[in-house]
């Protein structure tokens, strides 16, 4: 039996994005992200503007504006070199040989710190990914039918990274570690602890039913995975030839059955029919079957990543996307005991 209602936290209010922060013009020249610039295109010019897309402890996003051709935007990421090494291997050595449009990659450069290095990427503009409308959801089911069919073929001899149930085996029991500790160290409320506690309850769970789960994944194709196929992870881009869905995101790619970008699928009569000619023993049963265990290990990994970033002042932000994690687990568990 899967554990009852989860415990409501303290009411707190989400921390939300912020939107675009233009940098005073006197701030741009020396920003670390034109330097970087500057060393990886000499000759570029200076930027005309600059904004603060993202800026948090391991990951800087802004928008030079004005440097690329034809006067265009360019993207600039700063990131960990752990998750750089992946992101480079994708945009250099994969994407360029896939039929899928992804945002042009105009090269790296280090950083300051040597831990961290710069991305810089075409701007493919705002246009967020609406799974609710009709024609991005057949957007995106074409998208991820495309990369799943044909990427494992130009992925496997990079050496990415295994995402299939091992990896989210891992993140289990670190989530579970975690948890644990956090319950006996911070400062909680006891509706906080005991949400940490369901939780615990939760992924006992998902361990019970992991062979299940295993078995299932074991027998469908590996090929090359997004791994984080969230909403704000996609852009919807127009061109010439109609619109097209256009991830922005690359860090979590690896090799695995395709489980946890079938999480994101939102049409799985679609994209069956569309995988079927490559992968005859994929019926729409076991398309569903290999989603509903995507289902289960997006949450998981989800808990792990959040239990990472878990401190006395993050409690606030923190705590209610763990009570939203832990409701998709259990949904996802009662998915799969339905089957």
Sequence with gaps: MNPGPLPRPSVRRCHASIAPIPLPPGEIPDHPAVRAWRSCRPSSPDPAGMEVLKDKLKSFVCRLQGVGPGEASVIAKRTHIRTARTERLIYEDVIPKLPLRSPRYF???????PWFVWFFLEDVGEIPYAPSLPEHRRLAT???????????AVAAPLGLADRGPLYHA???????TELGEAAAGLPLSPGDRALLHRLVSLLDAAESRWKLLQRLCEGT??????????????????DGNGALFVPIDWEMAGLGAPAIDL???????LYTELVRPHWPAMTRGRVERLRDVGLVFRPISAICWEMSHLR????????????????????????????
């Design 142 to 152: 074409r998208w991820l039918a495309t990369l799943h069919t044909s990427g494992a």
């Design 312 to 339: 006395p002042d993050s409690l606030q932000w923190s705590m209610p996307q763990l009570l939203s994690y832990g409701e998709r687990l259990k949904n996802a568990l009662e998915r799969v005991d339905s089957w």
């Design 263 to 269: 999480a994101k699928c939102p049409d799985i009569a």
């Design 107 to 113: 090269g790296s450069a280090p950083d300051d710190d």
């Design 170 to 176: 891992q993140h289990l029991g670190l989530a579970r």
């Design 221 to 238: 194709p590996a090929t090359l995975l997004h791994a984080d196929l969230k909403e704000n992870n996609v852009r919807i881009i127009r």
